[in-house]
């Protein structure tokens, strides 16, 4: 029985890990949209072309 708790609070780790991650990937990704947009923006006010 120990081992099966054992497996069980490994995978529950590791799935608070991935989800961890996943959610700092997603807000970096949209941390580098708002610098992509705002850099666009510039580029428009600025005069130059795209």
């Known amino acids: ?18 989800g961890f991650f996943v959610f700092s990937i997603g807000a970096l990704i949209h941390v ?10 510039f580029r428009l006010i600025s005069g130059r072309r795209l």
């Open 1 to 18: 029985m120990s081992d099966l708790l054992y497996i069980i609070a490994v995978i529950l780790i590791i799935g608070w890990l991935l």
């Open 32 to 41: 580098l949209l708002v610098f992509a947009v705002i850099a666009i923006l």
